[in-house]
């Protein structure tokens, strides 16, 4: 199956600080999507992403669709405590029927 | 999005037995699918359930081991068979809208464990 790269792959930070991740492919997607899962939940859409270069908020969330469809990236601005989870991105090719999960990335803020 | 109610949350087996997993949507949806998450890892698709046929297993997914039944639009069963400690995951219930701009919705997860 296709393999989705998160980097980093877990984030300590102080609370207030901003973060950024990213997830790389070596295959084309039409769609990302970006999950938050918070320990014994399902994971939760944050934010989808549908055009090449598409910048997309959600509240303190912006999320990107790279310009080459092979990459995305997720921003969280002025972390806070709850923002603790962890973070997947998920994409969906062309010709594709499944998302493909990335590694996701471990976020923990520190009060 | 899409309500997805799972059922049971949680569950400890014995191995050699078997536990059957449910997933109820709020509304009807084409697409439905279960996937694996072992312990710190990320979601691994088990297979699409597909309503009035047999399910579409992917790689290393078999139906004898993971029986699935999709009645109708709105549910769907997954059976893991004849456990064993490597079976201990989470079990998420997902449904995407279709459509040109598409999402996956996912259940809160089953986790399994198998002593």
């Known amino acids: 199956g296709q393999q989705l790269n998160q980097n980093p792959q877990s984030m300590f930070i102080q609370e207030g600080e901003d973060v950024s991740m990213n997830c790389t492919s070596s295959?084309?997607?039409?769609?990302w999507l970006w999950y938050k899962q918070d320990p014994g939940e399902g994971p939760v859409l944050l934010i989808a992403l549908y055009k090449a270069g598409e910048l997309t908020s959600n509240g303190r969330l912006t999320a990107q669709f790279g310009i080459t469809r092979k990459d995305s990236f997720l921003n969280i601005s002025a972390s806070i405590p709850s923002d603790v989870g962890i973070y997947f991105c998920?994409?969906?090719?062309?010709?594709?029927?499944?998302?493909?999960f990335g590694t996701g990335t471990s976020l923990t803020v520190i009060p | 999005s899409a309500v997805i109610s799972q059922k049971p949350s949680r569950d400890i087996c014995q191995r050699g037995t078997s536990l059957t997993i449910q997933c109820q949507v709020d509304?009807?949806?084409?697409?439905m699918f279960w996937y694996r998450q072992q312990p710190g890892q990320s979601l691994t698709l088990i297979a699409t359930?597909?309503?009035?046929?047999?399910?579409?297993?992917e790689s290393g997914f078999v139906i004898d081991k993971f029986p699935i039944s999709r009645p109708n639009l709105t549910f769907s069963t997954l059976t893991v068979s004849n456990l064993s400690p490597e079976d201990s995951s989470i079990y998420l219930c997902?449904?995407?809208?279709?459509?040109?701009?598409?999402?996956?919705?996912f259940g809160q997860g089953t986790r399994l464990t198998v002593v």
């Open positions: 509304s009807q949806v084409t697409m």
């Open positions: 359930a597909n309503q009035g046929s047999e399910a579409t297993y």
């Open positions: 998920a994409g969906l090719t062309n010709t594709g029927n499944q998302f493909y």
């Open positions: 997902s449904v995407r809208r279709g459509g040109l701009n598409t999402e996956a919705f």
């Open positions: 295959s084309i997607f039409n769609t």
